[in-house]
């Protein structure tokens, strides 16, 4: 059910990346997990100050407004996908750089890790497959 205090389609936390650079975050999202750029707001000489891309039924915010009152961040997130082994050779081929290959845990689910270029980390997992 759509909240008026929410925009369509957004849960109620969204991560909200700050990177330099922010169309090669969005190119990166697109090619490794399918993103669709949903929005894309510029400043008078072009670069990104916000944008919102879909992944699977989530949001990921992100900027290139980068200052001294918004320095670019790291973050870390797990994102579940339908296979995890497919997705992380995507990331690979999309730039990402591997911290751990796809591997079954105790805990129910397959998952690997890659680190994009702006230091965030991608948790790419599915769950309930052993």
Not at 40 to 66: K, M, Q, Y
Not at 90 to 103: E, M, T, V
């Amino acid at each position: 059910m759509e909240q008026a205090w929410k925009p369509p389609g957004f849960n109620s936390v969204n991560p909200y990346l700050i990177v330099r650079e922010a169309d090669r975050l969005i190119d990166f999202l697109t090619e490794a997990f399918d993103a669709r750029l949903i929005e894309r707001h510029t400043d008078e000489t072009g670069a990104v100050r916000h944008a919102a891309c879909r992944l699977g039924d989530s949001i990921v915010e992100l900027s290139g407004g980068v200052n001294e009152s918004f320095p670019p961040t790291r973050c870390a997130l797990h994102v579940y996908v339908e296979d995890t082994d497919a997705t992380y050779t995507k990331a690979l081929n999309a730039g990402a750089k591997p911290l751990y290959p796809p591997q079954d845990h105790d805990y129910g689910e397959r998952s690997g890790g890659v680190e994009d270029d702006f230091g965030n980390h991608w948790y790419i997992a599915t769950f309930g497959k052993k």
